[in-house]
Nanobody
Framework: QVQLVESGGGLVQAGGSLRLSCGVS????????MGWYRQAPGKERELVAT???????NIADSVKGRFAVSRDSPMKTMYLQMNNLKLEDTAVYYC???????WGKGTLVTVSS
């Protein structure tokens, strides 16, 4: 059984920072590429960042230079550090083991002006 629990979302002013966490149960964290996705109101879910089991990362162009993804393998936790947040970053953020059907419930990030 795989469970994914996102946390760390909230209300933040534009230009501020948040750090999201994703706790993962089961062994999938050790072997899978992990991803952060987000879905803004009225928009499709989009990939924000990925990280491999050995720590190689890819960041979407829309957030490159502002967001960073990391993982703590012993703690089975993935992080998304979000800096210089913009209004368009408002969305529900999800973690997801790539190429699986497992999704967390998401954590809402709201950026205000």
């Amino acid at each position: 059984q795989v469970q994914l629990v996102e946390s760390g979302g909230g209300l933040v002013q534009a230009g501020g920072s948040l750090r999201l966490s994703c706790g993962v149960s089961g062994n999938i964290f050790r072997t899978n590429v992990m991803g952060w996705y987000r879905q803004a109101p009225g928009k499709e879910r989009e990939l924000v960042a990925t990280i491999t089991p050995v720590g190689s990362t890819n960041i979407a162009d829309s957030v490159k230079g502002r967001f960073a993804v990391s993982r703590d393998s012993p703690m089975k936790t993935m992080y998304l550090q979000m800096n210089n947040l913009k209004l368009e970053d408002t969305a529900v953020y999800y973690c997801h083991p790539i190429a699986t059907n497992f999704w967390g419930k998401g954590t809402l990030v709201t950026v205000s002006s």
